[in-house]
């Protein structure tokens, strides 16, 4: 597992927002959902105003074929809270999927994807993946898998302090137990914190 710090991510990010593709990009990394279920996410699923969504669905390849499908488990199908940054950078693109459409007219396949090719049809897995893969090969950042702005996700907020319970269930784990067993890289550094916090509430600072 190898992951970009916040520094890295914002230097990402930062340098795609040109693309097309940039918004869901980010709304991966902020959000930490899987790869399909980004391309799988409809406008009913998400509250602007509110500023959540909800996993309901995914797109899946089978044998290269595009399938859009349930989730898989009980766990995974969930509401992610958003801030404010994500909610502007999804109204700029709905705004301008918007105008995509009006510009097709009735060649628009609309399937109510907030991801999707310019006509509606939903976006191949693969080519998101390698679509990612090209930019990272372009960059100066240390390579990274799509999936890994997952792991970062995490691993960012455990990082942070962030309840292994929140971030269990933004990821979608079935238990806190199986986030802590996939992050436990991240958390040998905070059980040396959490030990020298302790000591200080009850000694004071050393």
Known sequence: ?????ADQLR???????????????????????????????????V???AGRLSVHQAVISVAYDIHISDVKTGSSRRTIDHDRRTISVLRSWRKRQLEERLALGEQHDDLGLV??????T????????????RMTARSDL???????????????????????KVVSER?????????????????????????????????GPE
Do not use: C
């Not at 959000?31 to 799988?40: A, F, K, N, Q, Y």
């Open 171 to 203: 990821l979608g784990h079935a238990t806190p137990a199986f986030t802590m067993t996939v992050y436990q890289h991240v958390l040998p550094g905070m059980q040396a914190e959490a030990a020298t916090t302790f000591g200080d509430l009850l000694f």
């Open 47 to 49: 509250d602007l105003d």
């Open 142 to 164: 240390p390579v990274i898998r799509l999936h890994d702005l997952r792991h970062g996700h995490a691993s960012l907020l455990l990082k942070a302090h962030v309840p292994v």
């Open 1 to 5: 597992m190898r992951v970009w710090d």
């Open 122 to 133: 939903p976006i191949h897995p693969d080519l998101f993946s390698k679509t990612f893969d």
């Open 115 to 120: 991801f999707a090719r310019p006509e509606g």
């Open 11 to 45: 230097e990402f990010l930062s340098g795609i927002q040109q693309h097309r593709l940039y918004p869901a990009y980010y709304l991966a990394a902020n959000t930490g959902m899987r790869r399909g279920e980004v391309l799988g996410l409809r406008w009913r699923d």
